[in-house]
C-alpha cells in the first residue's frame, strides 16, 4: 500500500523511500456527471486536477516507480471507502489526510442550457486548494511540480516551495525543480497578460490549452469559418508572446484537443564557453530589468563580440528553438468517450518525462499517450495485468502503446 496519511498517523511520511519524480499541487475532486441525454448520469467519480495529473504520471511509471508520483488527497467526512480502495491500488505516494469536520471536495460536470450545450463545472462543496505548507519534506524534493493556479497564484506558489525546499534539502545538493504551469481559465484574459509574462521566467514550462492561450490576447482561438481550433491562430498566438520576450528561452506546450498540441520555444544565441571555464561573476538580473536609460546600442553590440570586437561563427552556439506539432493518440472521434482530464492527465506525463531528463517533444509525446487512456472512458482507466504479469490500463501497457506511438510519428 503507498504511504498516506489519515487522522490517526497525523501525516508522517517514509522519507527512505523513493525520491519523488512528480508532485501535483492540484486538487483532488469527486465528481458528478450529468452527461446529455440519453446517457445516464454518473456519480462519486475520481476527478479534480491533481487526481488527473498524478494518473497521467502514474501511468508511465509502472512499479517500482509508481512511488515517485506524489500528490495529496483531502478526505471529508463523506469520502467513499471505495474511491480511497482505488487510490491505494494505484500504488503512488498519495499523502491521504482526513478531516472529519469538513466534506471532501465535490464537482458538478454538466451542460449549460442554449443551443451551444456548452461544458459547464461549478463545486458544490467548499474546496480545499493546496499551497506549498500542504508538502511534506519528502514531496518538497520533488524533481518537477504541476501547477494550476492563476498567474500571481503560480509566482507565489514558485517562490514558497522554492523556500521551504531550500529548508529541507542542505545546500550542497539543492537543485531547482522543473516547474509546469498549467493557467486556470478563469483568469486567461488580457488584464491578465503581463501577470502570465511575468511568470514564464518563473517556470519551465507554461501549458494553456488553446482557448486559454487565445484568451490571454483577447481571442478565441478558433476558426472563423468553420469554428474549429485553428493551428494558425495557436501558432500566432506563441509567436506573439514569445517574440515579445527576446531576453529568455521560454517554453509554451498548448494543448489542442483534436489537433494535438503544439510545441513552442524560442530560441538564441550565446557564445559557447571554453571548456572548464567558469562562468563570470555578475550582476544578478531578473527580466524585464532594464531601465529608460539603458543604452541599448551599447549592450547588444557587446551581447557576442570578443575581446577583440570580431565575432568568430564557430565561438557562437546556436539554438533553433522548437515549434512542432504533434497529433492526437486517438484519430478516431469514437475512441474518445469523455474529456475530462485529458488535459490534466496530459501534463503528468509531461511533467515525469522532464523529471527523467527526457527532452520537451518526446515528454509531449509522453503526455499525449497518456492523456489517450483518460479519455477513453468516463473516470480514471482500469488498472490490470496481460498473461505474463506486466501492468496494464484499459487492458493495455501503456509502455508499449508509447513505443507504438513513437514509432507512428
Known amino acids: 500500500m503507498a504511504p498516506h496519511a489519515d487522522a490517526t498517523d497525523g501525516g508522517d511520511t517514509d522519507l527512505k523511500s523513493a525520491p519523488i519524480d512528480f508532485v501535483t499541487l492540484g486538487m483532488f475532486i469527486i465528481d458528478d456527471i450529468d452527461f446529455l441525454p440519453p446517457t445516464p448520469p454518473v456519480k462519486d467519480i475520481l476527478g479534480g486536477a491533481g487526481t488527473y495529473s498524478a494518473l497521467g504520471a502514474r ?11 506524489g500528490w495529496v488527497v483531502d478526505q471529508g467526512s463523506d469520502f467513499p471507502q471505495a474511491l480511497g480502495e482505488l487510490i491505494d491500488s494505484w500504488d503512488t505516494h498519495a499523502v491521504r489526510r482526513l478531516d472529519v469536520e469538513r466534506l471532501t471536495t465535490r464537482g458538478w460536470n454538466g451542460y449549460e442550457a442554449g443551443a ?5 463545472f461549478r463545486y458544490t462543496t467548499p474546496k480545499r486548494r493546496l499551497t506549498a505548507a500542504d508538502l511534506d519534506p519528502a514531496l518538497l524534493q520533488s524533481k518537477s511540480f504541476h501547477l494550476i493556479c492563476s498567474p500571481l ?11 521551504r525546499r531550500r529548508a529541507v534539502m542542505p545546500a550542497a545538493v539543492y537543485t531547482k525543480p ?4 498549467e493557467p486556470v481559465p478563469d483568469l486567461c484574459h488580457p488584464n ?3 501577470n502570465c509574462t511575468n511568470c514564464l521566467p518563473l517556470v519551465d514550462v507554461c501549458s494553456p490549452n488553446h482557448a486559454e492561450l487565445a484568451a490571454f490576447l483577447g481571442g478565441d482561438g478558433l476558426d472563423p469559418d468553420t469554428g474549429a481550433i485553428s493551428p494558425e491562430a495557436v501558432e500566432q498566438a506563441c509567436e506573439q508572446l514569445l517574440a515579445s520576450m527576446p531576453l529568455q528561452s521560454y517554453t509554451f506546450v498548448v494543448r489542442a484537443g483534436e489537433r494535438g498540441c ?6 538564441g544565441r550565446k557564445r559557447k564557453r571554453p571548456q572548464g571555464a567558469k562562468t563570470a561573476r555578475r550582476k544578478a538580473l531578473i527580466h524585464g530589468s532594464l531601465q529608460p536609460d539603458t543604452d541599448m546600442e551599447s549592450l547588444l553590440a557587446g551581447l557576442l563580440q570578443g575581446d577583440d570586437g570580431v565575432i568568430d561563427a564557430e565561438e557562437i552556439e546556436v539554438d533553433p528553438g522548437v515549434q512542432k506539432w504533434i497529433p492526437a493518440y486517438h484519430q478516431d472521434a ?5 474529456p475530462t482530464g485529458g488535459g490534466n492527465t496530459f501534463l503528468g506525463g509531461l511533467s515525469v518525462a522532464l523529471a527523467r531528463d527526457e527532452d520537451i517533444e518526446t515528454a509531449a509525446v509522453w503526455g499525449t499517450v497518456a492523456a489517450s487512456f483518460a479519455i477513453e472512458q468516463v473516470g480514471p482507466p482500469s488498472l490490470g495485468k496481460d ?6 490500463w484499459n487492458g493495455v501497457r501503456p509502455l508499449a502503446r508509447l513505443q507504438e506511438f513513437q514509432e507512428r510519428l
Open 262 to 267: 503544439y510545441v513552442a520555444r524560442n530560441g
Open 116 to 120: 451551444d450545450q456548452k461544458r459547464a
Open 153 to 163: 497564484r503560480c509566482q507565489e506558489l514558485v517562490r514558497e516551495i522554492t523556500a
Open 192 to 194: 491578465e497578460l503581463l
Open 334 to 338: 469514437s475512441s474518445v468517450v469523455d
Open 178 to 181: 522543473i516547474f509546469v504551469w
Open 387 to 392: 498473461d505474463s504479469g506486466e501492468e496494464t
Open 59 to 69: 501511468l508511465l511509471s509502472p512499479p517500482p516507480l509508481s512511488t515517485t508520483v
